[in-house]
């Protein structure tokens, strides 16, 4: 059964920081892993998908990489802004019926 | 991205009463409906999934005669909560994909249906 943990489970930094989010799941074998942005009481924002042959993905300030073989994801954020402010999950679709199975997510905080 | 419309996005019930929530996906055609529930301060976790014009399947620990998931056309799935009771207050998400399970494909998201049962 795949699982996937997300650490910090909360991280507070003043704005300007850059800052790393890290994903790790057990089973290697996805198909893809998927960034996303959560605001409170909202849905999901996706922010970047990486395919399970690929080693990062870019967009804007943000940069996700992916290392399959060690169950590793990290999302690095440049020159945080308050607006940046949410909730971060990964998820990685994996198994015979391409599920998607979420982390427990890191509550970030920018601070002016 | 795809246009998922998830309807109501707000709703408060009697205990014991019936909760129907719509999803539709707008661009595209769905042939498979994932549906997600999340409690305060917890992750996602999938409830079901379901191709269209074919019986929802759930997963362990979700009641499929409490969760009723129709999903009779390409666009349009709905989840109805019967008899809702205060746990069952949550947070439910719909995930339409296309291709049947879409390995590669990205995920899009309904806004959510806030669930307060009183």
């Known amino acids: 059964k795949q699982e996937v943990t997300q650490i910090p489970a909360a991280l507070s930094v003043p704005e300007g920081e850059n800052l790393v989010l890290n994903c790790s799941f057990t089973d290697s074998a996805i198909y893809n892993l998927q960034w996303f942005r959560q605001d409170p009481g909202k849905g999901l924002t996706s922010l970047l998908l990486?395919?399970?042959?690929?080693r990062e993905q870019t967009s804007g300030r943000l940069n996700a990489s992916l290392d399959k073989s060690s169950g590793r994801s990290t999302l690095y954020i440049a020159a945080s802004q308050p607006g940046d402010s949410a909730t971060y999950l990964c998820a990685v679709k994996s198994g015979t019926a391409s599920k998607l199975t979420f982390g427990t997510g890191t509550r970030l905080q920018v601070t002016l | 991205g795809a246009v998922v419309s998830q309807h109501p996005s707000r709703v408060i019930c009697k205990s014991g009463t019936s909760v129907k929530i719509e999803c539709r996906s707008l661009d595209f055609q769905a042939t498979t409906m994932f549906w997600y529930r999340q409690f305060p301060k917890q992750s996602l976790m999938l409830m079901a999934t379901s191709n269209e014009g074919s019986k929802a399947t759930y997963e362990q620990g979700v009641e499929k005669d409490k969760f009723l998931i129709n999903h009779a056309s390409l666009t349009l799935s709905t989840l109805t909560v019967t008899s809702a009771h205060p746990e069952d207050s949550s947070f439910y998400i719909c995930?339409?994909?296309?291709?049947?399970?879409?390995?590669?494909?990205?995920?899009?998201f309904g806004q959510g249906t806030r669930l307060t049962v009183v």
């Open positions: 990486i395919q399970s042959s690929q």
């Open positions: 995930s339409p994909t296309t291709g049947g399970s879409g390995m590669n494909t990205e995920a899009f």
